[in-house]
């Protein structure tokens, strides 16, 4: 199965400030179709997860524009221009390229 | 509006069984495929298993093959989840949450199983 490793796993920052989440997977996520299938999720405390970004950069309906997903082949990244309180929680990257869909482990951003 | 509704979860003894239900509504079921995802307490999101459409290919993660079942009833919109021989470690939230392209996008609030005796 392809392997997902997010870093930081823990992401302090203040308000207003910008934060950044990698995600990288053990083999392109390049599929033989020409997509990508790189989603980002968020998590907030007790709720259920969120699809924020499909395929590597397109934005969810309703996410703020504050959140841009970017990156290829292996190397991936979710951007928060300004962070806010209601971004706190868990976020996790998924592949769909290559079955089964694998998780990354979750960073959990928090304010400082 | 998306909306899923997992039922069915709750407190089970290692070995005991349970039926998981998850009731779907605002969008056509019978064209999405479907899964079943779990969190075990504290920790992070596993991809359990998966249906299609008309529940003819399905797929389960190792740890549950041959004692999990999905299933599904098209006309009732409904997604069903079978569990037998449970253990300790499939103590967990488990979500309902409908398939899109190769992933997922709308997932329902969940519901608990503890396997414990």
């Known amino acids: 199965d392809v392997v997902m490793t997010q870093s930081p796993l823990s992401l302090p920052v203040t308000l207003g400030q910008p934060a950044s989440i990698s995600c990288r997977s053990s083999q392109s996520l390049v599929h033989s179709n020409g997509n990508t299938y790189l989603d980002w999720f968020q998590q907030r405390p007790g709720q259920s997860p969120r699809r924020l970004i499909y395929e590597v950069s397109s934005r969810d309906s309703g996410v703020p524009d504050r959140f841009s997903g970017s990156g290829s082949g292996t190397d991936f990244t979710l951007k928060i221009s300004r962070v806010e309180a209601e971004d706190v929680g868990v976020y996790y990257c998924l592949q769909g390229t290559h079955w089964p869909p694998t998780f990354g482990q979750g960073t959990k951003l928090e304010i400082k | 509006e998306v909306h899923l509704v997992e039922s069915g979860g709750g407190l089970v003894q290692p070995g005991g069984s349970l039926r998981l239900s998850c009731a779907a509504s605002g969008f056509t079921f019978s064209t999405s495929w479907m899964l079943w995802v779990r969190q075990a307490p504290g920790k992070g999101l596993e991809w359990v298993a998966n249906?299609?459409?008309?529940?003819?290919?399905?797929y389960y993660v190792g740890s549950v093959k041959g004692r999990f079942s999905i299933s599904r009833d098209n006309a009732k919109s409904s997604l069903y989840l079978q569990m037998n021989s449970l253990r300790a470690e499939d103590t967990a939230v488990y979500y309902c949450a409908r398939g899109v392209s190769r992933t997922t996008d709308f997932w329902g609030q969940g519901t608990l199983v503890t396997v414990s005796s």
């Open positions: 249906m299609n459409q008309d529940g003819s290919d399905k």
